[in-house]
């Protein structure tokens, strides 16, 4: 009997690992005609799991303090070796994810998935999406650039225009009036442990509720039949899908291997996409540089403040397009999920799309 086989039969005795592999990868079938928008999901768990190895590897040099942290961020690029090739790969793989998680989302509206039963897997994905923009948010400001503090400064500064709690929100965040030391600390703090904690946690929730009702059939093709209406709780069953594993799963991988072949692209190629020359001087609160751009997912945001008269209408403007975002679900309670036969739907969402396009822009060029 070979060790492998003997191995196997060990642990099928005490945990039942057979079973378990039958449950829940060759005999879990996944929908027959699930397309590359279904593998987005694994992507991004992919890409966060790298952006925790090459930030645990960043963490052995980088100093959280204002006087040593730009000079830490140099040395990492130019003196550990092949410390720019992990900066790089976590850099440019921040911007990747945002990329997945945006197609992720659009998929899962254009599809229709978030509608029943599946509302709280929006909600936790929703979370998710924020919770990445937090990271990014507080990422930023850690190379302690001309870059970090001023866009850090920006973004913190917005808050300050939410009537009667704005200044306070502001000190808050900033840790004092202006971003300086207690701002690098907080923003470490989070980005290293708290935010990386709670996500994992909400990642979790929502591989829980994605698993426990099922992946939802494609709503295309001719064989697409809409449920039949949900009274009680009802596992979605595919008994005609592929197995997980091996079939779904080299689906998965090869997503996998090409947003790894395109982040590769970036690093070796195009490094500097991502990283402005504000980004390679040492932050001088004295000196405010003249074009301070937030990061390309940001610039809706920045460019909506700027358009309304007054920043408080700009921040209301975010909040309803978010909080219309956040609870879509539970005002799109109608079943059909067939984009052909939600006409109103499929022109408000290529509409938002290049509006966003449009504002993001404008917000570059302006
Ligand atoms: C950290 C970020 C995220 C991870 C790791 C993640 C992971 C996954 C995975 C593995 C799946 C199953 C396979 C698939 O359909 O791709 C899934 C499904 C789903 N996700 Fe996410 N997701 C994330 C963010 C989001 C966001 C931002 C939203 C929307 C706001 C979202 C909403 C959904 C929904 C509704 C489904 C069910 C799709 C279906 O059954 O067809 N997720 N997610």
């Known amino acids: ?14 945990l039942g690992v057979r079973e378990l592999v039958r449950q829940n990868l060759t005999g879990y079938l996944v929908p ?10 694994a992507v991004l768990l992919a890409l966060f799991s790298l952006q925790v190895v090459t ?7 980088y100093r959280p303090d204002a006087a040593n942290a730009f000079a830490s961020v140099q040395y990492i690029m130019n003196e550990v070796p092949y410390g720019w090739l992990i900066r790089y790969v976590h850099v440019v793989g921040s911007n990747i994810i945002v990329i997945a998680l945006l197609l992720h989302m659009l998929s899962v509206l254009f599809m229709g998935s978030y509608k029943k039963p599946r509302e ?8 998710l999406f924020n919770l990445s923009l937090a990271l990014c948010l507080t990422g930023y400001l850690l190379p302690w650039s001309q870059l970090s503090f001023w866009a850090t400064t920006v973004a913190t500064d917005a808050a300050g225009a939410v009537p009667v709690v704005g200044e306070m ?4 965040l900033r840790g004092g009036a202006m971003v300086g030391e207690a701002t690098l600390g907080r923003f470490f703090a989070l980005h290293v442990m708290g935010l990386p904690l709670l996500l994992g946690a909400v990642i979790g929730l929502h591989l829980f509720l994605m698993r426990r009702v099922g992946i939802s059939r494609p709503p295309f093709g001719p064989e697409y039949e809409p449920p039949a209406p949900l009274l009680s709780f009802r596992h979605e069953e595919h008994p005609d899908g592929i197995p997980f594993f091996p079939h779904y799963v080299a689906k998965d991988l090869a997503a996998i291997f090409f947003f790894l072949a395109a982040l590769a692209w ?3 190629y ?4 991502f990283i402005p020359p504000a980004a390679l001087e040492p932050a001088d609160p004295f000196v405010t540089p003249p074009h301070i751009k937030p990061e390309w997912y940001f610039l809706w945001a920045y460019q909506t403040l700027k358009i309304f008269p007054s920043k408080v209408i700009g921040l209301a403007v975010q909040g309803a397009f978010m909080t219309l975002l956040a609870v879509l679900p539970f005002l799109d309670i109608g079943p059909e999920r067939r984009p052909a036969h939600r006409p109103l739907f499929v022109t408000c969402y290529f509409l938002g799309i290049l509006l966003m396009v449009a ?3 404008w917000g570059h060029y302006s």
């Open 1 to 14: 009997m070979s060790p492998l086989k003997r191995l196997v039969d060990y642990l099928d005795v005490r």
């Open 32 to 41: 027959r005609r699930a397309n590359f928008f279904y593998t987005l999901g």
């Open 55 to 61: 930030g645990i590897l960043l963490l052995i040099y």
């Open 120 to 127: 709280l897997t929006w909600l936790t994905g929703f979370i």
């Open 169 to 172: 929100a502001v000190q808050f």
């Open 266 to 268: 970036v690093v070796f």
């Open 270 to 273: 195009a490094p500097a996409l």
């Open 359 to 361: 504002i993001s822009i």
